[in-house]
């Protein structure tokens, strides 16, 4: 009679212990089987250029989850960063101006993008991701227009029929290719921005209000907090972030490609996304989408080095963000029971 009165609260446990951990289990095992499959896989230099490859989904997939803090979505991370790009290129290229200019430019248009978003969502109350949405396609649109429609490169003959007369600076171009101690710069300022994020969410007061908005919008508001304030507040945060990445971005391909950044919203995403999975936390949470990068730098370098054809990363990738959404609302299911 015990023993059967004992085996739900066992299984209970077991299945607890597979929501929490399961990801991180998943994470260790991928990398332990292409790390004894795929010597290749297990060089440090190999290990540092997967986190450099996962840098930008990385921190676009920060400010995705600031905005997911919120109860919301920002679908305009990647078209940010490739504006980001644009900016990069076109004043240095184009406006011949330092490294620091452009980053301040950068950074800027990235501020101004997330308070754009933030008008529309909070003061003209248009849904999350309807305005995200909006902007994305007006920014992708944008850039375009500032460039002609062609990508900028040195030497480039302009609109006007006169070359070019700047260049990325070697300075700017350390942004990714430079290292400290060894570690690519990307990689650092990665890992410093996660502490950052992760100190203001889960540390400081801002933090817990944004949590607390994505609760319960309604009972934040009645509580006397000004709910409007602080969503705006993640957007133009999340704008800023992917601005950053946009930098790394330029600096890693080193030209004003048009096409930058498209990309770069999947990912972000569906780190967001697995990271609410990780450590059954079942919401947004800076080190969950850490992992989350991490997970989907590992399959991708590991799909590589095994010769696998890239169109099947997508299908790999997919899974795994289908099994995060899988633990989390399972997760969420057996808290609200």
Request: proline share 3%.
């Amino acid at each position: 009679m015990s023993t059967t009165a004992a085996a739900p609260p066992m299984r209970t446990h077991i299945q607890g212990a597979v929501i929490k951990y399961g990801f991180i289990f998943v994470t260790v095992a991928l990398f332990a089987y292409f790390s004894i499959s795929e010597p290749a896989f297990r060089d440090s230099a190999t290990l540092l250029d997967t986190l450099r490859y996962v840098s930008v989904a990385a921190i676009l997939g920060l400010g995705v989850t600031l905005t997911m803090a919120v109860g919301g979505m920002d679908m305009s991370v990647g078209a940010v960063a490739g504006l980001g790009v644009t900016v990069a290129a076109k004043t240095m290229v184009v406006y011949n101006q330092v490294g620091v200019v452009a980053i301040i430019a950068v950074i800027a248009a990235g501020a101004l993008a997330g308070l754009v978003n933030a008008l529309l969502i909070v003061v003209m109350k248009i849904p999350d991701m309807l305005a995200t949405l909006g902007t994305m396609f007006v920014i992708q649109g944008l850039k375009l227009i500032l460039v002609d429609g062609q990508s900028i490169s040195p030497g480039m003959t302009l609109s006007d029929g006169t070359t070019a007369p700047g260049r990325f600076t070697d300075g700017f171009l350390q942004i990714d290719r430079g290292t400290v101690a060894g570690i690519p710069v990307s990689v650092l300022i990665f890992g410093g921005l996660t502490v950052l994020a992760y100190v203001f969410l889960a540390r400081t007061r801002w933090g817990r209000i944004l949590y607390a908005i994505g609760a319960n919008a309604e009972a934040s508001r009645l509580a006397g907090i000004r709910t409007g304030r602080y969503r705006a507040l993640a957007y133009v945060l999340s704008g800023v972030l992917a601005s950053i990445g946009g930098l790394i971005l330029a600096a890693r391909i080193g030209q004003g490609d048009v096409s930058a950044g498209t990309s770069q919203l999947l990912e972000a995403v569906a780190v967001a996304l697995v990271g609410t999975s990780v450590l059954g936390r079942g919401k947004p949470n800076v080190w969950g989408t850490a992992l989350g990068a991490v997970l989907i730098g590992i399959i991708t370098t590991g799909l590589t080095i095994k010769g696998l054809p890239y169109y099947t990363q997508d299908v790999v990738e997919g899974t795994v963000l289908i099994l995060a959404l899988v633990f989390s609302f399972t997760l969420s299911r057996g808290k609200r029971a």
